[in-house]
């Protein structure tokens, strides 16, 4: 039988297989021996598929597909270092539990060792950085195509399955990549392969030790932290009304932007970065749902405290606890323990502890508020801040380093606000802006990404995504002129080491990359027009970047001043006796 022909036939049959599993989007790289795949994806109807020339960027970009609807996105490419290019992205995927499914086209054995061009050893090239791996053979007609249907279902189930992640199939095909001559009918199956998800439920008896445990604890705090998109805060709601314990909500738990939840603690990277040696705010007990959290004042408060119970639910087999303080872990859904464990708490009445958490975030937030109030300069934290205030129909993207820790530290909402997004699995720069774009085309939302100058210019590939996509993307970059977290830490004292070394100062700006890519471009100098450049950008239909220049030196004073304001704080106080000033 002629080999173009089996390999478009196999080819069809791994992309319908796909299809007939759920997976609608294809993020394709432009390649040769990929040439069957391709060609199947381009002429199914049901496919979605976006092709860009950057291997790094589009698997970023699959990434942010996935990540928006927590569903499987397919990743198409060639031999050779255009596999390489995606290990960033799988990294991120299988630390975040983002699934992908990547294809990627191999030369056959007898190319393999001996020098052939663009080849590399591809089987398990990812290792244990996947979940699922498959090297598929030459297509042939000794074999059946259930074979190929059966390990592409298996795929996408390793892909969806807790811990979800990416898995890779590794495709051989021989040339030539298409049929020669004349065209022959290429028989289909319509035999569809069903895989269940399991479902992880708790024990009664499990469930019940907990409820056990916990109650007698009053100084404890239910930790939300890394949870997919959408999740319901309602059980967590009536575990801190049973307990009587606030809800720390991680900035990439989902939860602030839920709009009003009981038990909220705002703003306590604050309290605890101002009040943690306070007795009253000895901690005794945690029940922490979901993946880690960002804020490093919070692990140094539970770290010091060592609380007698520390309860973790997590979706995942894997151990999620860095400080290793962890002394009761669940592999079961976080949301479903969160239920069972709502039928087993007696409750209690309203607390002291409660009330002393909600007396605090008041007090805190009124001195923020004074602190930044009237100030017509853009500073770093109030471009944050302003996240408080947009639409609740855009999304957010904040990139890693300074970005994310300010969001951790400003961004409470008081009302719905934008869904969002970061890139913790591996808290990488790399491939930010290509998360983002993936995220605003998913969700079909207008999406304003907050990166820093290191972070846009890692990816500044990725800016072409913009204009494939359906909504508005806005770059929003504070330019600093380095990497201005190093400007933090110890190292920080020896100015001419961080400048060079750590911060690799520059002097670069972003107009020209925004001409390039065809975004419109701003650079406002006041908060008010920033705010009114954001907002009419989230609006428009045309992408755009944002830049804004700060100071590293400014940014470390102005934190040091905010802390020095908090400082005095009295946690027995009442929020009338710090008079605005």
Known sequence: MDTGFLNEQIAGVIIKELIHQGVRKFCIAPGSRSTPLVTAAAEHPLA???VHFDERGLGFYALGLAKAKNAPVAVIVTSGTALANLMPAILEAQASFVPLIILSADRPPESLDCGANQTIDQKKFFGKFVRWECDLPCPTETIKKSYWNACIAQAVHRAKSAPSGPVHINCAFRKPFAQE?????????NVKRHYALPLKLPRDDDVSMIADSLSPIENGVIIAGSLPHGTSVAALETLSRLLQWPIIADINSGLRSQGEIHGLARYYNHILGSLSRHDELRLDGVLHFGGPIVSQVLNEWITKHNPECYCHVADTPQRLDPHHIATHYFDVDPLVFAGELTQYLPGRGPSNWMALWKNLSSIVLDRIQTFFAGGSEISEPEVIRLLNDLPSHAA??????MPIRDADSFFFPKQEAPPLFANRGTSGIDGNIAT????CQSLDRPTLAILGDQTTLHDLNSLAFSKKLNQPLIILTINNGGGGIFSFLPVAQKHAIVEDFFAAAHDLHFKSAAQIFGLHYHQPK?????KECVLEALEGNAPCLIEVITSRRRNVELHHELLAELSGINPKAKTA???CY
């Open 396 to 401: 957010v993207f904040v990139g890693n380093s």
């Open 48 to 50: 979605e598929n976006c």
């Open 526 to 530: 006041t908060v008010e027009s920033l």
């Open 577 to 579: 006796e710090f008079p």
């Open 436 to 439: 983002a774009a993936g995220i």
């Open 181 to 189: 001559g004349e065209k022959l009918a290429l028989s289909t199956s």
